[in-house]
């Protein structure tokens, strides 16, 4: 059964973000690319428009399978891909751009602080790239640092969701990536959108010690500028302060930042959230 959960009343923290992000590095968010979804786009614009909510600026990276190849300059220059999609989204085709970052022990990494240097506007990064490559960028961490929440995308049919267990494997195997998110699309009538969610939350926790910590679903009919959802809106102010952050070594995380984070997903409205495990 549904779990209802009271919440205070909403209060408005755009002006503590604003602040708190004016000061901050960027963040990045692994979004596991799902070749076999139909609708993925729709599912990286609601996350934008979630974002633009809280009046933050996000770059959309995208190395996944099917983004068209990146433009001749940004192979040396990432900044010379950059396209400004709206006054919140920002846009770098990226297939295969990664790769020519690799460092002698096979990390990535430093693609993320090219994508900083490229991009210091940018307040979130959305890293949408398949979970082979994700691992490499995320595996080499600095002791101390904890692994990010990684979003799964996936809809209902069974070559999505055997997709999207096996990046969560990958991840989790790999480089450690344990506790994941999924957006996953379906019609808001759907029976088995709850049942996939649970299935793979289980199979997650049987067989690799993972933790599925949130499901939303997405209407493929939304607009990128409808409103997203109550429970899309607490899954962003969560999913924050377990981004990865760009840190100079040795710094502490941003501890501010993450109260702030959790005092607002603890503000959002009382919500129907259907648990993940049975």
């Known amino acids: 059964m549904p779990v209802t959960t009271d919440r205070p009343t909403p209060m408005d923290q755009a002006a503590g973000l604003r602040q708190m992000f004016a000061k901050a590095q960027t963040r990045f968010v692994p979004v596991v690319s799902n070749p076999h979804l139909v609708f993925g ?13 809280l009046n933050l600026h996000t770059l959309v990276v995208d190395a996944s399978e099917r983004a068209a190849e990146p433009a001749e300059l940004a192979r040396f220059d990432l900044a010379e891909g950059l396209e400004r999609l709206s006054a919140q989204v920002s846009y770098l085709s990226a297939r295969g751009l990664p790769l020519r970052f690799v460092d002698a022990g096979g990390s990535t990494q430093n693609f993320l602080a090219a994508v900083a240097d490229a991009a210091p506007f940018a307040d ?14 995320f ?25 999207a267990y096996a990046a969560l494997k990958l991840l989790a195997t790999r480089c450690g990536v344990m506790v994941h998110d999924l957006l996953l699309a379906a019609m808001p009538q759907s029976q088995r959108a709850a049942l996939v969610a649970d299935r793979l939350a289980q199979c997650a926790d049987d067989f690799l010690g993972a933790v599925l910590h949130d499901f939303v679903c ?9 409103a997203p959802s109550d429970a899309l809106r607490r899954l962003v102010a969560e999913l924050l302060p377990a981004a990865w952050l760009q840190l100079p070594s040795g710094a502490p995380l941003d501890s501010g ?6 005092t607002r997903a603890a503000a959002l409205p009382s919500l129907h959230r259907a648990p993940v495990m049975n």
């Open 41 to 53: 786009g729709v599912l990286l614009e609601r996350l934008c428009t979630a974002l633009g909510e």
């Open 124 to 137: 979130v990064v959305l890293l949408h790239a398949p979970a082979s490559d994700l691992a490499r960028m």
């Open 139 to 163: 595996a080499h961490r600095a002791p101390g640092v904890d692994a990010p929440r990684a979003v799964l995308l996936c809809d209902e049919r069974p070559e999505a969701v055997t997709h």
């Open 218 to 226: 997405i209407d493929p009919a939304e607009a990128a500028a409808d």
């Open 257 to 262: 930042f993450d109260t702030l984070m959790h």
